[in-house]
């Protein structure tokens, strides 16, 4: 099996940083890309960025140019650094993997977090 464990959220003035992390655990045999996704009182979960092995990034519009996903191979960690927050940004957001993991058989699927609260507020 593969945990992924996340850290970082908080409350935080409009215009302020967040760093979260994601940290992926178990029998990890490679994975293929890592992502974080956000979910809003009532609205639905939305995609904010992805990180594929290959080190190539995509972002959700409304956070292009604010947000940075990055990631730490050897710790199968990955980050999303948060600036310039706004109100509209708050919602628990979510690590997640598309993993290969165990042996024999080798299984692929997506894992997800628990999820960690950003509250962007003044």
């Known amino acids: 099996q593969v945990q992924l464990v996340e850290s970082g959220g908080g409350l935080v003035q409009p215009g302020g940083s967040l760093r979260l992390s994601c940290v992926a655990s178990g029998s990890i045999v490679h994975i293929n890309a890592m992502g974080w996704y956000r979910q809003a009182p009532g609205k639905q979960r939305e995609l904010v960025a992805v990180i594929f092995s290959g080190g190539s990034t995509n972002y959700a519009d409304s956070v292009k140019d604010r947000f940075t996903i990055s990631k730490d191979n050897a710790k199968n960690t990955v980050y999303l650094h948060m600036n310039s927050l706004k109100t509209g940004d708050t919602a628990v957001y979510y690590c997640?993997?598309?993993?290969?993991?165990?042996?024999?058989?080798?299984?692929?699927?997506?894992?997800w977090g628990q999820g960690t609260l950003v509250t962007v507020s003044s």
């Open positions: 997640s993997a598309d993993v290969f993991y165990g042996s024999a058989p080798i299984v692929q699927t997506k894992v």
